[in-house]
């Protein structure tokens, strides 16, 4: 199904984890790296070709993602005369494509390269959201730096409620480090006293000032 400037509709994905890293997927029998990705059937939405391709390629259903995002419009790459079969030349010129950002709400172990009896990918990794686009097939580096950053800005935050917690733990454990210990041993100075002064434990007593001339005096009331 091609549109009338012999475009393909296809689907790109990026799929997140819970450290915003992508689904980097290798394709069969090749070096090359790439994200999820497939043709729009006829009749079907782009998000309907979406899961399906997920499904197909990753081994993942509905409820094990989020949608994030899309892009707003279309995204078009050519492909070179080279990888297009004689008997398309002439008539087919590439793909344009609406992608999606997903975030993994499953698990890792929840992926699967072999859901189907034609898997696309026969090795996959987790990496940081800016891929190195110099693995990608040439012809499709500009549509990925493309949907990279349109859908950058849509990339969920980090919990930062856990992370004050977290904070706020790491917080009271120097405090109770730094924290001089309790009970009767406490009660003894660290320090030796001049000759002839002496230790008040009470602040306010007149003793601990007399014993101290330099200490500053309570004002009166």
Do not use: C
């Not at 993942?60 to 008997?87: F, G, K, N, Q, S």
């Not at 609406?98 to 090795?123: C, K, M, S």
């Amino acid at each position: 199904m091609l549109d009338r400037d012999g475009f393909r509709p296809n689907v790109g994905i990026i799929l997140l984890n819970q450290k915003n890293q992508v689904f980097w997927g290798k394709r069969i029998r090749t070096h090359s790296w790439q994200f999820p990705q497939g043709g729009i059937d006829r009749g079907e939405t782009p998000e309907q070709a979406m899961y399906r391709e997920l499904h197909e390629e990753v081994g993942l259903m509905p409820d094990h993602v989020r949608i994030v995002a899309r892009t707003r419009d279309w995204l078009r790459y050519e492909v070179p005369d080279r990888y297009i079969r004689r008997d398309a030349r002439g008539h087919y010129k590439g793909q344009k494509q609406i992608w999606y950002l997903l975030q993994l709400v499953g698990h890792d172990w929840d992926l699967n390269l072999r859901a189907t009896d034609h898997p696309e990918f026969d090795a996959w990794r987790w990496h940081d959201y800016w891929v190195p686009l110099d693995v990608v097939v040439e012809f499709k580096r500009g549509v990925y730096e493309m949907a990279l950053t349109e859908l950058a800005r849509f990339l969920p935050r980090p919990d930062m409620r856990n992370r004050f917690l977290r904070g706020s733990m790491r917080g009271r454990e120097a405090d109770h480090r730094d924290r001089p210990p309790h009970g009767p041993a406490a009660a003894a100075p660290t320090f030796e006293l001049p000759p002839g002064a002496s230790f008040d434990p009470d602040p306010n007593s007149a003793s601990d000032h007399a014993s101290h001339p330099d200490s500053p005096t309570p004002a009166s009331p």
